[in-house]
């Protein structure tokens, strides 16, 4: 007898089988879980490394094509590609799907501790990005000045990123795209040539004179107060 036969036969044993799977899916699905924002990581890591001062040349050569020879090694690695800007450079490795990105952030991690002799004095150490859904962010606010714009980004930082990082649950908050006060320098070339200095050498002094240096403390009754030796120099040649 096919079951088709029996299907016909019997039609309320029929009806009660649908009936059964239709109680039985609508209960699998009122204990489904439902997550609008799952953890899911990519296989994808990014190694940022600036190298102030230096230009695309320079860093395609002395940092970029370093780095690339030697996390070419990296266990299943799929593919490396590779951005060389001013001061900065990208390095970004897939590796192939089904690989833990965790044990393959420690391994690229080894190598950076490989190569990093290999790298010029001044080049800072790189950065390890992840990507995963806990990085994208939730909301994005848009804010414009007309009267404050020099001031906006201090008003966005104490008024609005501050109090929401206090908010339980929140990850970070972050202020982009706002003005920052900044001390722009300008030199002179002739007049660099004519007392043999560098804008490097520049660089270096003001960031060296320009310092808060701690001076201590003051016991005073029940009160214990730091002292901090502000050290500013200004140069005009």
Do not use: W
Not at 7 to 30: D, M, Q, R
Not at 157 to 172: E, F, Q
């Amino acid at each position: 007898m096919s079951l088709y036969s029996s299907a016909v036969k019997k039609p309320i044993t029929t009806a009660l089988c649908f009936v059964a799977i239709v109680i039985i899916g609508l209960f699998s699905l009122s204990r489904l879980s439902i997550d609008l924002l799952p953890d899911i990581e990519t296989n994808t890591i990014m190694v940022m490394t600036a190298y102030p001062g230096a230009s695309a040349s320079d860093i395609e050569t002395n940092v970029t094509k370093v780095m690339e020879n030697t996390l070419n090694t990296v266990t299943n690695l799929k593919h490396i590609t590779s951005q060389s800007k001013e001061n900065l450079s990208i390095v970004t490795l897939e590796f192939e799907y089904g690989t833990d990105i965790d044990v393959a952030t420690n391994d690229v991690r080894d190598k950076l501790d490989i190569v990093e002799t290999s790298l010029p004095d001044n080049v800072e150490n790189p950065i390890i990005f992840k990507f995963g859904t806990d990085d994208i962010p939730i909301l994005i606010l848009s804010v414009t000045a007309e009267e404050s714009m020099p001031a906006l980004y201090k008003i966005l930082d104490d008024k609005v990123a501050n109090p929401l990082k206090r908010i339980g649950g929140v990850g970070s908050v972050s202020v982009t795209g706002a003005p920052e006060r900044e001390i722009q320098v300008y030199c002179d070339p002739q007049k660099l040539e004519a007392y043999n200095l560098t804008v490097e050498g520049i660089s270096g002094i003001i960031a060296q004179e320009n310092l808060n240096t701690p001076g201590g403390s003051i016991d005073k009754r029940v009160t214990q107060k730091s002292i901090t030796t502000e050290r500013v120099t200004l140069f005009h040649y």
